[in-house]
């Protein structure tokens, strides 16, 4: 039967099991070592022990609870006689000492404490809060303001990195192709995205990890980073800087601004991350200085006419485009005169500095003294002057018109307003008469009326006058048609007036290819079977036909320009390649100097043969038709061909009503370059 046993040290009663003193924790082998018992020996004496056991209860006071576990294990151990307790004199020393002992026990909390809180602080991510922000200084030096912003990127651009990286652990997984999607990895890791971020706020898990140091893995770094970059309900951070608006305007380089960091506490203690440095100031730099503006920078005033007629043109570049500028349109100046131009500047925002305003407009900073603007408006006076004396000009000198046709058919029926002498434009009026198409050496009738405003300009007119059916003195002059006057494209022209049209003709020899590969036989050419491949595509020769008769007056054609084209095909059901022939034309063409007619409408013929081409148009009747020679044009591919030497033929056939007879004349023979272009 088991016996409960006391302790030697304090008399509190232990179990038959138990190696230690609930109590005081003073080792049970120990006690019966000193004892000189063994766990052995001390087992027949466990009766005596429970025999003792009422005594120990009834013993009131704790020397008889003390002395009687004592004699208990005397008893079991006869041999050995029981040490002295150590602890004895502990427990009087404690006694005695209550006020050190109280003092002591403090002490012990105190450090228990401070080491709770110690592994409490020690837990937390403690981060500058100036360290997640950044600075921009905005304004002119003077009349600066600051302005701060978390310095992170993008928002799109964590929400592209978490996409990826979820994207990339699926593809992972389910060995799953990406494909373009790639990409938008490598945009998301991109370094490049804007300038340098706080490494609180990284996309990198290397950076990331280094900031958040206290983060088990870069999974409660990134948890950690998107606790600083919570959103309120308008998407705006929650984290964010306030200025004192009193202290946050008209600053300068230099001076210092106090930064107050708001935000949720709790919500960021919840993360494990703590803010110091929440109050703090920022030093200005950086301000530029706002240019001065010079409200009448660009500003061109000049004066014409005549002394006491005299007018204003004011011109100015738009230095400033919110500025706009009044004036007076006055044609009664002379010298000496003051002229007022006004500035009228429209902006928002403008503030006042001391003595100066300035403003922000399209990320630039103007300023301007306060004083010098009454009512957003700045005058200034100019002087005039350079006012010129009456003068007597000739209104025919220089003059050049506008015609319909050409020489040897030329109509003149205006004059072109860019001729007209400046001081005349607004001054008088021009008339043209003339009765009929005229050539060379034919004359017309230019009359020029003037208005009162010509003699208040202080300016004459010279040549022969005439009075006109409502009583007007006008001045007239006869003029001569000259070379000067536009002309129909001739025979010695013509080439060049084709070459003009290149970039047209090539335009229009590609519809032709395309019209003509894969189909029949363009009418009239003869073959059998589509074209399959055209072979070549030659140029023969430019030539020029000109009306012998008046046909200004009907619809037929004052002159016509042909290039003529040889093409050689291959067709799916002719055994040999067939050639026929084709023209490009345009007509009405006439030369002012050596620029033609622009925009000239083309047409195209196809022709059996050359000789179709001749009967058709070389001797069409009513017209002259001269071969203009074939210049040297290079070839556009490895194939050419020669256009064999032929007689420059003119064919003049009248029409039917004339009286006269055709006649053919041949010069000497001039040698043709042709251009073979590939189908």
């Known amino acids: ?47 005596p022990v429970q025999q003792a056991q009422p005594v120990q209860q009834q013993a009131p006071q704790y020397d008889q609870q003390y002395a009687q576990p004592a004699n208990n294990y005397a008893q079991a151990a006869a041999p050995a006689a029981a040490k002295p307790n150590p602890f004895a004199k502990l427990g009087e020393w404690v006694k005695g000492h209550k006020k050190i002992t109280l003092i002591a026990a403090a002490a012990l909390i105190v450090v ?33 303001y600051v302005e701060a912003e978390l310095n992170c990127y993008d928002k799109s651009y964590y929400s592209m990195a978490d996409a990826t990286s979820a994207l990339g652990d699926l593809a992972d ?96 203690k919840d993360k494990n991350i703590k803010l110091k440095n929440t109050e703090f ?43 706009y500028y009044d004036y007076d349109y006055k044609s009664d100046l002379k010298n000496g005169d003051k002229y007022t131009v006004t500035a009228n500047i429209d902006v928002y925002g403008a503030e006042e500095s001391g003595d100066m305003t300035w403003f922000e407009y399209d990320d630039k ?52 307003d860019e001729s007209i002498p400046a001081a005349l434009k607004d001054n008088v009026s021009y008339s043209v008469s003339c009765d009929d198409y005229i050539g060379i050496g034919g004359t017309f009738k230019v009359t ?74 363009p009418y009239p050419a003869d073959f059998d079977g589509k074209v399959t491949s055209i072979e070549s595509f030659d140029y023969v ?27 050689t095909v291959k067709t799916d059901k002719e055994k040999k390649a067939v050639s026929f022939y084709a023209s490009i034309y345009c007509s009405n063409i006439v030369a002012t100097g050596e620029t033609f007619t622009e925009e000239p409408y083309f047409s195209t013929s196809y022709y059996n043969k050359e000789a179709d081409f001749k009967k058709k148009v070389i001797e069409a009747e009513g017209y002259t038709t ?18 064999a030497s032929e007689a420059t033929t003119t064919t003049t056939t009248t029409a039917k009503t004339d009286s006269s007879v055709a006649e053919t004349t041949t010069s000497a023979k001039d040698k043709a370059t042709t251009t073979t272009l590939v189908p």
Request: glycine share 6%; charged share 30%.
């Open 173 to 268: 997984e389910t060995d799953l192709d990406l494909g373009d999607l790639d990409d938008l990895s490598d945009y998301a890791s991109s370094s490049d995205k804007s300038s340098k971020v706080s490494k609180y706020f990284a996309l990198d898990k290397k950076t990331l990890t280094k900031a958040f140091n206290k983060a088990d893995d870069f999974t409660e770094a990134k948890k950690m980073r998107n606790a600083l970059l919570k959103t309120n309900s308008d998407g705006e951070y929650k984290l964010k800087i306030t200025f004192d608006k009193k202290a946050n305007k008209n600053l300068k380089n230099g001076d210092k601004v106090k930064c107050t960091v708001k935000y949720n506490e709790d919500s960021l």
């Open 365 to 416: 900073y103007y300023t301007y003294k306060t004083a010098d603007v009454k009512d957003g408006k700045v005058t200034k006076d100019f002087t005039v002057e350079g006012l010129e004396k009456t003068q007597e000009i000739d209104p025919f000198e220089g003059l050049e018109f506008e015609c319909s046709g050409g020489v040897p058919f030329v109509k003149p029926y205006s004059v072109k």
């Open 448 to 521: 020029c009326s003037p208005y009162s405003s010509l003699a208040r300009n202080g300016i004459t007119l010279s040549g022969k006058t005439e009075t006109n059916d409502w009583g007007d003195t006008v001045y007239v002059k006869e003029i001569t048609v000259d070379e000067t006057f536009p002309a129909y494209v001739t025979a010695d022209n013509g080439k060049a007036a084709m070459d003009s049209y290149q970039s047209y003709l090539d335009d229009k020899i590609e519809d032709m290819r395309k019209d003509i590969k894969g189909h029949y036989a």
């Open 112 to 144: 228990i404490v401070a080491i709770i809180i110690l592994c409490n602080i020690l837990k937390y991510q403690v981060i500058d809060a100036k360290d997640l922000f950044k600075f921009e200084f905005k304004g002119i030096d003077g009349c600066g």
């Open 281 to 323: 100031e920022v030093t200005v730099k950086d301000l530029k200085n706002g240019e001065e503006i010079d409200f009448f920078k660009g500003v061109e005033v000049k004066f014409s006419g005549f002394d006491g007629n005299g007018s204003a043109d004011v011109s100015y570049d738009s230095a400033y485009p919110f500025i």
């Open 626 to 643: 001269t071969k203009a020679g074939a210049a040297s044009k290079p070839a556009t591919d490895d194939s050419s061909s020669a256009a």
């Open 541 to 567: 020769d430019t030539y020029v036909a000109f009306t012998n008769k008046k046909n200004y007056d009907s619809w037929e054609n004052t002159n016509a320009l042909y290039n003529l084209y040889k093409i």
């Open 1 to 47: 039967m088991n016996t409960i046993k006391f302790c030697a040290k304090c008399g509190a009663p232990i179990g038959p099991e138990e190696k230690f003193c609930g109590s005081c924790g003073a080792s049970v082998a120990e006690m019966e070592a000193e004892a000189g018992i063994s766990t052995q020996q001390a087992a027949p004496a466990q009766a």
